[in-house]
T-cell receptor, first 114, second 116 residues
């Protein structure tokens, strides 16, 4: 079983729709939770960064974390064609040497159609 | 401000060769991490360096090595290249790199490595 599970999609929605993207995880050591957006042939771009359970909003994006259920979500309101990309969830754990690493989901490919 | 910069952008090598990839972190960032992203998958952690010391290593063979320089830039070296090493190699930087400090990692656009 993977530490982080994410549906790869593809997910296709009409412009203006609300998009819901989800990840589940199994490692209780994960402390910080992130969502990255990755366009084709580009590196991941940080969208949201959260620590505690609950909601965090930034413009059209809302990140939700439920540590008790080991479940995180990203909601995109009023989706636009420019939101078409792959969305990666990532989780951070502290390493034994004191460093930290990110563990990513597979990524969900989203297409917003006109 | 410039983001994380990586060079080269693309690279084609043959099996058995050696490759060196380079990364310059965001100004003020002291931690650099390397990830491998195979097509259709999420990035996989290879190394983390902070203040020129290795702070973490992922599940990769000893053919992979890295180092960080006094100016916080970093190199990833891969020896004896295999076909399976074909991937996008990503570098990420953050201000701090140790403990529970809540510092997000910011990524460059990567080096696309193709092995023939």
């Amino acid at each position: 079983q993977k530490e982080v599970e994410q549906d790869p999609g593809p997910l296709s929605v009409p412009e203006g729709a609300i998009v819901s993207l989800n990840c589940t995880y199994s490692n209780s050591a994960f402390q910080y939770f992130m969502w990255y957006r990755q366009y084709s042939r580009k590196g991941p771009e940080l969208l949201m960064y959260t620590y505690s359970s609950g909601n965090k909003e930034d413009g059209r994006f809302t990140a939700q974390v439920d540590k008790s259920s080991k479940y995180i979500s990203l909601f995109i309101r009023d989706s636009q064609p420019s939101d078409s990309a792959t969305y990666l969830c990532a989780m951070r754990a502290i390493l034994t040497g004191g460093g930290n690493k990110l563990t990513f989901g597979t990524g969900t490919q989203l297409k917003v159609e006109l | 401000d410039a983001g994380v910069t990586q060079s080269p952008t693309h690279l084609i090598k043959t099996r058995g060769q050696h490759v060196t990839l380079r990364c310059s972190p965001i100004s003020g960032h002291k931690s650099v991490s390397w990830y491998q992203q195979v097509l259709g998958q999420g990035p996989q952690f290879i190394f983390q360096y902070y203040e020129k010391e290795e702070r973490g290593r992922g599940n990769f063979p000893d053919r992979f090595s890295a180092r960080q320089f006094p100016n916080y830039s970093s190199e990833l070296n891969v020896n004896a290249l295999l076909l399976g090493d074909s991937a996008l190699y990503l570098c990420a930087s953050s201000r701090a790199g140790t403990g529970a400090a809540g510092e997000p990692q910011h990524f460059g656009d990567g080096t696309r490595l193709s092995i023939l």
